[in-house]
């Protein structure tokens, strides 16, 4: 059981680059987050996906899309890289569940050059 | 889902007891009371959440005040390898949104 895995873990990007981030989890969880963390910033939610097929915007989603087409797995896609996308990145994910706490993966640090 | 206070520091010596505190003043009788913590570079890892009544797991014990406004983390017997931010959260169920407001936290030293 490998919890929630994310890859790569660093990444360099030139601007205007793109490139997706995957997050895969094996908990048979239904709920999938990615959240960006940059320094003094905390947290924050870029998009979540309460179960396969569906996906949702959350406080920061410009400049990102998303997919979910396996229950297991949450991609997400920088089309166009900006400098201001340099951030580390950690998926999330959680049972269907009101009070079920989030486990999360060991992020990836991405830069944007 | 309610603002949290904590203390942005705190240093304790191993083996002793770390409590943690933490300030929700406007807490709602439905919103509950979550604990996470990130060790450096890693993710955010779940320690323990509770609603009312103190709680305790392998990792942890909470304590929240009756009125429900405030409560403490309580680390029993701290190891160098606690050393982490801790981020208290307050949390409507139902609210599966993911946005949790991690705010800034209390970095915790443990020291030898």
């Known amino acids: 059981n490998a919890g929630v895995t994310q890859t790569p873990k660093f990444r360099v990007l030139k601007t205007g680059q793109s490139m997706t981030l995957l997050c895969a989890q094996d908990?048979?969880?239904?709920?999938m987050y990615w959240y960006r963390q940059d320094p003094g910033m905390g947290l924050r939610l870029i998009h979540y996906?309460?179960?396969?097929?569906?996906?949702a915007k959350g406080e920061v989603p410009d400049g990102y899309n998303v997919s979910r087409l396996k229950k297991q797995n949450f991609l997400l896609g920088l089309e166009s890289a900006a400098p201001s996308q340099t951030s580390v990145y950690f998926c999330?994910?959680?049972?269907?569940?009101?009070?079920?706490?989030?486990?999360f993966g060991n992020g990836t640090r991405l830069t944007v050059t | 889902d309610a603002k949290t206070t904590q203390p942005t520091s705190m240093d304790c010596a191993e083996g002793r007891a770390a409590n943690l505190p933490c300030n929700h003043s406007?807490?709602?009788?439905?919103?509950?009371v979550y604990w996470y913590r990130q060790i450096h570079s890693q993710g955010p890892q779940y320690i323990i959440h509770?609603?009312?009544n103190n709680e305790t797991n392998e990792m942890a014990s909470l304590i929240i005040t009756e009125d429900r406004k405030s409560s403490t983390l309580i680390l029993p017997h701290a190891t160098l390898r606690d050393t982490a931010v801790y981020y208290c959260?307050?949390?409507?169920?139902?609210?599966?949104?993911?946005?949790?407001?991690f705010g800034q936290g209390t970095t915790l030293q443990v020291k030898p």
């Open positions: 999330a994910s959680n049972l269907q569940s009101t009070n079920s706490p989030l486990h």
């Open positions: 908990m048979n969880h239904e709920y």
């Open positions: 996906s309460v179960g396969e097929g569906t996906t």
């Open positions: 406007t807490i709602s009788g439905n919103e509950y």
């Open positions: 509770g609603l009312k």
């Open positions: 959260i307050v949390r409507r169920p139902f609210s599966n949104t993911g946005k949790l407001i």
